[in-house]
């Protein structure tokens, strides 16, 4: 901004001031921008687009927690966020590609394949949209239902495709919900599109914009090995999160196919080299597919994968996704499956199972839309 700006021949100054009405002020139209020269204003209107992005459809779970987007790239490609809200703080989880190339047979996303890379601003637009919706609406934004039997419900279940934590309790409603987390887990795979994810992560982190605390965005890659060192020595500073699944190579490859190109003693030896360089925490995401990865043997196995690393495990029972026939663990599993962990001192969290009404699986909801939708979609 400030290089198209110079090129105008306005000062860093000017930069500066359009750089905190987008981000710090969050204004979504440059007739707002009032302490904009005019002339500046005529030539952003005239040469620039200030993009947001259009709701194509957009659904709340019966619970209140979460609101699922899904919304339209100037291309007409339609991208999936996320907005989840309790004790009056808010996760948003966003996309960095339309579809992914990966390939994961349980994953919606990967079921539809590979439409192409989001833009850094595609990928911080999706953070405003709900970071307007929360500074604008806080009273139309669902109250917690308190004592409410959906609540009730949801504490006592295990997990999935939701990216919350584990410590839901009775909350009282909050009148402001301010945005704490971003978690670049929705749809795509954020190290394939390298280049754009760090240019909107550096976006979002910056202190005179939005200002998000960089140890509150979770970054959750499928492993791709090379992507791994260089974050590891570019220093992001951003919390990662792998996608294991599986803790042998061979079935590990039958969920996820790159795994055949980087088998897991790549993959743990770029995780390691992360831990000691970065000198942080790593976490490690599992989809538990009942009688698939959740046998003891698998636990095991991952127990014995990740021995001495800094390393968590949060156990998400599986989504149901059209275009795969497994099914979640069912709780039992699940608590064997983590007290297995526990012998090998390896703290895991079981995520909350949240938003399944509303397809809040990563790609389920642009899955789930009628051929009909899908036609208005692709223009
Ligand atoms: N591409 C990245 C981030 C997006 S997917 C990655 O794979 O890590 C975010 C998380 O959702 C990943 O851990 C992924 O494995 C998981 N996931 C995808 N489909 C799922 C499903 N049907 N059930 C449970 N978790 C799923
Ligand atoms: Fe892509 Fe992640 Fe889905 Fe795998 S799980 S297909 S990497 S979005």
Not at 1 to 7: C, E, P
Not at 225 to 239: C, M, Q, S, T
Not at 286 to 307: F, S, V
Not at 320 to 325: D, N
Request: charged share 20%; hydrophobic share 40%; glycine share 8%.
């Amino acid at each position: 901004m400030r290089d198209l700006l110079a090129g105008w021949g306005y000062s860093d100054y000017h930069a500066g001031r359009l750089w905190s009405y987008l981000y710090r002020q969050q204004v979504s139209d440059l007739a707002e921008m009032t302490e904009l020269r005019p002339e500046l204003g005529q030539r952003l209107a005239a040469e620039t687009c200030l993009g947001s992005l259009a709701t194509q459809r957009e659904i709340q779970s019966g619970d209140g927690y979460t609101r699922k987007f899904l919304l339209e790239l100037p291309d007409g490609q339609a991208i999936e966020t996320v907005l989840m809200a309790f004790h009056g703080r808010a996760t948003v989880c966003v996309s960095t590609q339309a579809g992914c190339a990966m390939g994961c047979v349980f994953c919606a996303t990967g079921q539809m394949g590979f439409q192409r890379h989001l833009t850094p601003g595609e990928i911080v637009a999706q953070v405003l949209h709900v970071t307007r919706l929360l500074s604008l609406s806080s009273h139309k934004f669902p109250q917690f239902p308190g004592n409410s039997r959906n609540s009730k419900e949801l504490e006592g279940q295990a997990i999935s495709g939701g990216l919350l934590r584990n410590n839901l309790h009775q909350s009282a409603p909050s009148a402001s919900h301010s945005l704490r987390n971003v978690v670049l887990m929705g749809m795509g795979e954020p190290l394939h599109n390298f280049e754009a994810t760090r240019a909107a992560v550096q976006i979002l982190t910056d202190d005179s914009g939005l200002a998000i605390a960089p140890r509150f965005i979770t970054l959750s890659t499928v492993g791709l090995v090379p992507a791994i060192y260089r974050l590891a020595d570019e220093g992001w500073p951003v919390r990662l999160a792998v996608s294991l699944h599986a803790a042998t190579d061979e079935e590990r490859a039958a969920l996820v196919p790159i795994a055949r190109k980087w088998p897991l003693s790549e993959l743990m030896a770029a995780c390691r080299y992360y831990v000691e360089k970065r000198q942080r925490r790593i976490f490690f995401e599992w989809a538990l597919i009942a009688g698939q990865n959740d046998t003891p043997e698998q636990a095991h196995a991952l127990g014995r994968l990740l021995h001495g690393l800094d390393a968590h495990v949060n156990l998400i029972p599986l989504n149901l996704t059209a275009g795969y026939e497994g099914r979640p663990s069912d709780p039992a599993a699940v608590r064997r499956f983590q007290s297995i962990l526990a012998e090998y001192n390896l703290p895991s969290t079981v995520r909350q199972r949240r938003g399944l009404d509303i397809d809040a699986g990563c790609g389920q909801l642009r899955h789930g839309l009628t051929a009909t939708d899908e036609q208005r979609i692709s223009g």
